[in-house]
Nanobody, 124 residues
Framework: QVQLQESGPGLVRPSQTLSLRCTVS??????????WSWIRQPPGKDLEWMGS???????YDNPSFKSRTSISVDMSKNQFTLTLRSVTPKDTAVYYC????????????????WGQGTQVTVSA
């Protein structure tokens, strides 16, 4: 059974760069039919899609992040990585990775596979 697990720092200082990894087990990320997304949920707010990547390297980014977001894939480790630059306290959220046939993921549906999420706090 495919599983996704997020990992990375739980605390980041303002203006620094956040890097999170999503490790996929039970299935190769080298699939023509799947996209691999990062989604976050700030406290008390809705899910916010950040971007996605296909194994070929094609990426799709939410322009609301104003180019602060970068997503990359490492086939050898079966991982994909989120990089978020110039973080502020507004970036405090639970961050999720997900597998979907959709490029843009804003709502959980049964056909998608999500990690359990990781809490990231931006604070001095």
């Amino acid at each position: 059974q495919v599983q996704l697990q997020e990992s990375g720092p739980g605390l980041v200082r303002p203006s620094q760069t956040l890097s999170l990894r999503c490790t996929v087990s039970g299935e190769s990320i080298g699939s023509q039919y799947h996209y691999w997304s990062w989604i976050r949920q700030p406290p008390g707010k809705d899910l916010e899609w950040m971007g996605s990547i296909h194994w070929s390297g094609s990426t799709y980014d939410n322009p609301s992040f104003k180019s602060r977001t970068s997503i990359s894939v490492d086939m050898s480790k079966n991982q994909f990585t989120l990089t978020l630059r110039s973080v502020t306290p507004k970036d405090t959220a639970v961050y999720y990775c997900a597998r979907s046939t959709r490029k843009i993921v804003t709502i959980k549906i049964s056909d998608d596979v999500w990690g359990q999420g990781t809490q990231v706090t931006v604070s001095a």
